[in-house]
């Protein structure tokens, strides 16, 4: 499974959102209806599924799908 | 079937005093109890004790100000257990005297133990609590920390502090049904209190209305109910139990 799949996949677990609202453009909190402890166990999940650490202040950028699949993408080439 | 049975329940500062008590009536209920503290000896000593009750209990040593080595900890028990149900900040310290002698590094260490301490493992806990939906926190306060005390100004900042820490956490993790409330110890016999000239605790003792010292087991009590399902509606909420000491 590649990246983009993984991370879809688990989005769609962790908010409870239908695929097809998982859009590269769409924000956690105001398309996927995410509060901020959601996003927080969104990362969470990230750093497990794929064993990294994501710092604060990274994952303070990470507030759409697409933002979050580029940076998974470079950490783990 | 036991009031907690099959709980996984972590208590700070265990070894001896009212944190050993909490953890000796927990695993009566039922619970596992994972005693956290900084001496090896005095944790399996504790360990045994309850272990030779034939209840359940296991030991780890730990600051809780350092947030790598709690951080490591509550990953290893969420391993072995699959969760973690409860989770008590009692440890604690004092470090008395007037503030205007007070030194500063006897400020930081009080408020480090007590404070961060309980920061510390509330945020590590959380991790565990908030990916099962539920939880129970309980954060060893102080009458103290609701009145101020000549001489503790640190302990009483600090006991304050987790007063607010226990409302504001609250209400962050109300949604992930996680409860969190803060008890407030009056007076306690204990080796703590046990330091204290006997004129002091004479002093004491005429200002309690029911005009005695609390048991640790007093405080272990109402650790059970908080922590169980009787409780489920209580979050946020600082219990006192004094004697009618400050009302
Ligand atoms: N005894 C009382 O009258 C009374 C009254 C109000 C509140 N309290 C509170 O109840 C709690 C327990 O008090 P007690 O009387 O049983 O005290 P105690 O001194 O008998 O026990 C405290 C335990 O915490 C441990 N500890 C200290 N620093 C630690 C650290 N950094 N990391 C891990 N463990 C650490 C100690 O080793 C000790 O075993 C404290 O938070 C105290 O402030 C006690």
């Known amino acids: ?77 | 079937m036991k009031r907690l049975e099959d709980k996984v329940a972590i208590i700070t500062g265990a070894a001896r005093g009212i944190g050993f008590s909490i953890a000796e009536m927990l695993s009566k209920h039922g619970a596992t109890s994972i005693i956290i503290d900084l001496n090896k000896e005095a944790v399996d000593a504790a360990v045994q004790q309850i272990d030779d009750l034939g209840n359940r209990a296991i030991g780890f040593i730990a600051d809780v100000t350092n947030s790598d080595e709690v951080a490591s900890i509550f990953k290893e028990i969420h391993k072995k257990f699959g969760k973690i149900d409860i989770l008590i900040n009692n440890a604690g310290i004092t470090k008395d005297g007037l503030l205007m002698k007070m030194k500063e590094s006897d400020w930081d260490a009080v408020m480090n133990v007590n404070l961060k301490g309980t920061f510390i493992c509330t945020q590590k806990v959380c991790r565990y609590m908030m990916k099962s939906r539920s939880g129970v926190i309980l954060n060893i306060a102080s009458v103290v920390g609701i009145m101020g005390n000549a001489g503790q100004a640190n302990y009483a900042a600090s006991k304050g502090g987790i007063i607010a820490l226990t409302k504001s956490s609250a209400k962050e993790f109300a949604s992930r049904n996680i409860r969190v409330n803060a008890i407030a110890p009056g007076f306690i016999k204990t080796e703590m209190t046990d330091k204290l000239p006997q004129e002091v605790i004479d002093n004491y003792s005429d200002a309690i209305p029911l005009s005695r010292m609390g048991t640790a087991k007093d405080i272990a009590n109402l650790c059970i109910f908080l922590a169980s399902e009787e409780a489920s509606y209580i979050t946020g909420q600082t219990i006192q139990v004094d004697g009618g000491l400050i009302m």
């Not at chain 1, 209806?33 to 990470?62: N, Q, W």
């Open chain 1, 1 to 77: 499974m590649d990246i983009k799949t993984k991370v879809t996949n688990l989005i769609v677990e962790e908010l409870g959102v239908e695929i097809g609202e998982v859009t590269l453009e769409a924000s956690f909190i105001e398309d996927l209806g995410a509060d901020s402890l959601d996003t927080v166990e969104l990362i969470m999940k990230f750093e497990e599924e794929f064993d990294i650490d994501i710092a604060d202040d990274d994952a303070e950028g990470l507030t759409t799908v697409g933002k979050a699949i580029e940076y998974l993408e470079k950490q783990l080439s």
